[in-house]
Each structure stands twice: as structure tokens, then as C-alpha cells.
């Protein structure tokens, strides 16, 4: 990770966190143990909990229905979302069990259209009430989206949170928010800023940064889904190879950031009735809900609430 000096998560003289998690063996340990890959090094981080908004929830990134029935891509989906989190966990679960390790232990507190203070408030205190040893926390981004959003204030309650989760030894994984084009380009200011300060907040206090800002392939429409706010399975599956990259553990594939096959030119006619359509169909009603004080989560729970030996899907 740029600028930041952090341990080798694969290193056996890595020390342990100040807290570790205690997983009692069992037949399936046992048998993974067998089975082990000598080449594959242990992984430090024995249980995970990712903390955020709809970034880390998995927007549109949707699970099939649970007879097995295909969900609807994008906006249309009702199904609960997998995304870049669960995706990594997926990435860290199946490496531990090929160095002959327990399954990762895997919670997903993250819910759709928090602000950065309901993610400290809310999700921090649970997500630390389950001893983890690997926090990823993402935030932020709603708030940016707001006219009168303080940045330095944001970054401090930031700052607040990792410093509270680094004393229990646990590791905190941030990101730098994307570089948003179109019509969320206004963003730039203000999330250079505090992407600035999320990689000093990292540098003070050892933690790792995913860096999302510089995520080429991300610069392509076609990663984002209809919404235009939320990524596809296969942006979400780009994130989660960045994100172990960001860890200091090698991708499960290396052309993550490779771009896509140039798209045929969309007619200006054609891009402006796309545009008039997102408009009518996203923008109102995201407007809509800030005049009435709502949110898209409201009343909506956590995906994976308690942590639980995680078994690779698919």
C-alpha cells in the first residue's frame, strides 16, 4: 500500500493482533487441514466484519432467489446482494482452507443509504462487539452527495473510528472513494479531499486503503449499473480483487483492472434520452426521498448480522 507501512498478512512472523479469534477444530478443519495446499501460506485474519452503506451491502450485485431462479440485474433486483465484501471474503475463506485453516468467519453489517455517522454509531459498536480481526470500513459517500457535507468534520469522525478499532488489535481496511464522471462529476473536490485524508488517517494508524479512485477499469460506464450510483457483479468482482490487493495478497486474477473491449458510440440522440430516463427514474426520486428525510434503508436489516463460518458461493 502507498505511503503506509503495514504487516505481511501471509508472513509467519507477522505478529498476531492484539486480540485473536479462538476457532475450536472440528471434522471439517480437520479435513481441510488434510487437504491443505503446502504451498499456500496461512492467512492471519481468521474473522471479518464490514461495516458500511450500500457500497459494502453489495449493491447491484444480486445472490440468485432461493429456489435457484436467476435475480434481475441492476435496480429491478429484490434479492439480497453479494458485491465486493462477500466477494472478498469468498477470496479469504477458500485461501484459509487451502493452507489447511478453519473457514473465515464472515459478517456483513453494511446497509443501503447510511450516512457516515449512522455507520460509526450503528455498525462499529456490533461490529467490534464480534471481536473481528479484519474491519472493512467504507463510508462517506452519501455524505459527499450532499451540498452541505463538512469533509475535515467527516474525516475526524473517521479518524475517531479507526483509532477505536485499531486498539483492539484489529486490522481496518478504508477506501478512496471513486472518481465519479457525468453528472456526479462535482463530486471531485470534495472526494479528492478526502480520499487525501483517508490515506494520512491510514498512514498514522497502520491501516490498509483500497483504492478505488484509481481503479481505471471503473472509469467505464458499462461497470456501473442502471442507477449509475452502484457497480455490476463484475465492477463489484474488480473491486474485490483490488481490495485483496490492497491487503498485500496477490489477485485471483491479474487483468482486474484491464479495461473492457472499446463499446460502439452511442448516438447523441440515443444518450440523451438514456440520460432523460436516469433522470426520471433515479434522480427524482433520490431527490424525493431527501426532502422527506427518508432513506432507501430505512427500516431495512443487516444481510449477515453475526459472523459465520463462511463457505465460498458458487
Same mark, same amino acid.
Request: proline share 10%; aromatic share 4%.
Given at each position: 500500500m502507498l505511503g503506509v507501512t503495514t504487516p505481511d498478512p501471509t508472513s509467519p512472523e507477522t505478529p498476531e493482533p492484539a486480540r485473536t479469534v479462538a476457532v475450536e477444530p472440528d471434522a471439517a478443519a480437520t479435513a481441510a487441514a488434510e487437504a491443505a495446499d503446502p504451498t499456500s501460506p496461512p492467512l492471519r485474519w481468521a474473522r471479518y466484519v464490514a461495516v458500511g452503506d450500500s457500497f459494502s451491502e453489495g449493491l447491484w450485485d444480486p445472490y440468485p432467489y432461493d429456489d435457484g431462479t436467476p435475480a434481475p440485474a441492476g435496480t429491478a433486483s429484490e434479492a439480497k446482494q453479494r458485491g465486493w465484501a462477500d466477494r472478498l471474503a469468498d477470496a479469504l475463506s477458500a485461501r484459509r482452507a487451502a493452507a489447511g485453516q478453519p473457514p473465515l468467519e464472515y459478517a456483513n453489517l453494511a446497509i443501503r443509504g447510511r450516512l457516515l455517522h449512522q455507520i460509526l454509531d450503528e455498525q462499529v459498536?456490533? @461490529?467490534? @462487539?464480534? !471481536?473481528?480481526? *479484519? /474491519?472493512? *470500513? /467504507?463510508?462517506?459517500?452519501?455524505? %459527499? #452527495?450532499?451540498?452541505?457535507? $463538512? %469533509? $475535515? +468534520?467527516?474525516?475526524? !469522525? #473517521?479518524? $475517531? +473510528?479507526?483509532?477505536?478499532?485499531?486498539? =483492539?488489535?484489529? $486490522?481496518?481496511?478504508? +477506501?478512496?472513494? &471513486?472518481? +465519479?464522471?457525468?453528472a456526479l462529476a462535482f463530486t471531485h473536490g470534495r472526494t479528492g479531499v478526502y480520499n487525501s485524508n483517508i490515506w494520512s488517517i491510514a498512514r498514522r494508524h497502520g491501516a490498509y486503503v483500497l483504492d478505488l479512485w484509481g481503479l481505471r477499469a471503473l472509469f467505464d460506464l458499462r461497470l456501473w449499473s442502471d442507477d449509475r450510483l452502484h457497480l455490476t457483479p463484475e465492477g463489484h468482482d474488480r473491486v474485490a480483487q483490488a481490495a485483496l490487493v490492497a491487503l498485500g495478497l496477490e489477485p485471483d486474477d491479474a487483468r482486474f483492472?484491464?479495461? #473492457?473491449?472499446? @463499446?460502439?458510440?452511442?448516438? &447523441?440522440? !440515443?444518450?440523451?434520452?438514456?440520460?432523460?430516463?436516469?433522470?426520471? =427514474?433515479?434522480?427524482?426520486?433520490?431527490?424525493?426521498r431527501r426532502i422527506r428525510r427518508t432513506s432507501s434503508g430505512d427500516g431495512r436489516p443487516a444481510k449477515w448480522p453475526e459472523p459465520t463460518r463462511w463457505q465460498p458461493w458458487g
Open positions: 459498536p456490533s @461490529a467490534l @462487539a464480534a !471481536e473481528p480481526d *479484519l /474491519v472493512s *470500513l /467504507v463510508g462517506g459517500g452519501n455524505d %459527499i #452527495l450532499r451540498p452541505n457535507a $463538512d %469533509i $475535515d +468534520a467527516l474525516s475526524a !469522525e #473517521l479518524e $475517531d +473510528a479507526v483509532v477505536r478499532i485499531r486498539a =483492539t488489535g484489529a $486490522d481496518v481496511l478504508l +477506501a478512496a472513494g &471513486f472518481k +465519479a464522471g457525468g483492472d484491464a479495461p #473492457l473491449d472499446p @463499446a460502439p458510440p452511442v448516438p &447523441f440522440v !440515443e444518450k440523451a434520452r438514456a440520460d432523460a430516463q436516469w433522470a426520471r =427514474t433515479h434522480v427524482v426520486p433520490w431527490i424525493e
